[in-house]
């Protein structure tokens, strides 16, 4: 016997449950289907199982995708300050860390019970735990097989993510689907991710656990964050974000010692000539870190011995030092998929494909990537409210 509802949403994460919420307060008869064994687990460690929920300074800007503009009317249309709504409707405690991300002061499972609270408001049928089988279209409506069970609507959601953290049950079956619906695909690619040394730039490993705020830049991208040395490479809110934008072959530079202006190292040596590299570099970077550059430089003894022109060259260095990363750690450990289902196919009002009446692609399925601090989670809630209207 085939189960019938208005909407089937694949992918109980946090796009999937909202659009899932969104439909079925409409009156819409939701199915909402997960293989994992209880929804919202990617929430549930997100922030360090605080949940970075949103970002106050969401703009179209920080966000990457193949089409620049796609997610301008979504995010334009569901807003930081609505999500917070939400949120404090429900006495979730909250507060801002830095950069406009915004944290529960408690835990992620509140984020998870709004959600599921938000699904019951709108007799949605969550479940969970069983593997998706066939997924079928014809004659207007779309059959999905599950548990044993074949339910059928008029409207299927794809809300099943990406592939990264595969240790939670992320898989690529999005873009299985899409492509089963001849929906194209940008290669998808691991983005927030840390990035990994090799040959000459492995004595950087050395470093692991060491910590430092820098300007990262890799081509016209710049963040300026803290950076952290690990036994495989770079990490850090500050690597993590210029990840996003790294081809492999390129250049990442950071810029140690940030606000220091031009010609510091030149004036330190004329007010203190018997001051030694080192002290100087240390009055601002990790002991083991000046350590490192200080050899990488080659330059020792007092400031005073040092020519201008070397300490000019210093400066340079130090301003833009290259890293040439061999690779990244991967799905594994990146926070968030690059690329995906291709917002070409897609309509940037209610999330629909052009070609597929019926059929949604939201959340971190499509190719749209934001930025580390909560930017990923407000596209997750702004895709799923413009599919859920629109159902």
């Keep these: 016997m085939i189960e019938t509802y208005d909407a ?18 409409r009156g819409k008869r939701v199915l909402l289907l997960d293989h994992a064994d209880q929804p919202g687990k990617k929430i549930l460690i997100s922030g360090g199982g605080r949940c970075n929920f949103t970002n ?3 703009a179209p800007d920080r966000y990457l995708s193949s089409n620049a503009h796609f ?38 499972k509140q984020i998870v019970a709004m959600l599921l609270e938000e699904c019951a408001k709108g007799g949605v049928a969550v479940h969970c735990g069983d593997a998706l089988g066939e997924i079928a279209h014809g004659d ?13 609507a008029p409207a299927l959601v794809i809300a099943t993510g990406g592939p990264s953290i595969p240790k939670m049950g992320a898989t690529g079956a999005a873009y299985d689907l ?12 691991p983005a927030l991710v840390p990035l990994t040394l090799a040959g000459d730039e492995a004595l950087f490993r050395d470093l692991s656990g060491v910590s430092t705020e820098v300007i990262a830049r890799c081509g016209k991208a710049a963040f300026r964050e803290a950076a952290l040395f690990t036994h495989r490479g770079l990490s850090g809110p500050a690597i993590l974000q210029i990840s996003s934008y790294w081809q492999r072959g390129q250049t990442v530079t950071t810029q140690f010692l940030p606000d220091r202006a031009e010609g510091w190292l030149r004036e330190a040596k004329r007010e203190r000539p018997r001051t030694s590299l080192r002290k100087v570099l240390g009055e601002g970077l990790p002991e083991r870190l000046v350590d490192v550059l200080c050899a990488r430089l080659g330059l020792s003894g007092e400031l005073g011995a040092l020519s201008d022109k070397a300490l ?8 833009r030092w290259p890293f040439v990363p061999d690779g990244s750690e991967g799905f594994a450990k990146a926070e968030v998929t690059a690329g995906g289902i291709d917002t070409g196919g ?9 070609k597929v009446p019926g059929l949604y692609v939201i959340g971190e399925a499509a190719d749209v990537t934001g930025w580390l601090g909560g930017y990923n989670f407000q596209w997750a809630w702004a895709s799923a409210r413009a599919a859920g209207l629109a159902i």
Aim: charged share 15%; with cysteine.
């Design 8 to 25: 089937i949403v694949l992918g109980a994460g946090a796009a999937g449950l909202f659009c899932a919420a969104t439909a079925g307060q």
């Design 56 to 58: 106050m300074h969401t």
């Design 71 to 108: 997610a301008k009317s979504a995010l334009s249309r569901y807003t930081p300050a609505d999500f917070l709504e939400l949120v404090e409707a429900y006495g979730i405690a909250w507060h801002e860390k830095t950069l406009g991300q915004l944290f529960c002061d408690g835990s992620a």
């Design 140 to 152: 207007g409506l779309f059959r999905a097989a599950f548990g044993g069970r074949v339910a059928s």
């Design 178 to 189: 899409a492509r089963q619906f001849g929906l194209k695909v940008v290669q998808p690619r």
């Design 312 to 319: 000019a060259a210093a400066e340079a260095t130090l301003a």
């Design 346 to 354: 897609l309509s940037s009002k209610t999330m629909e494909a052009r």
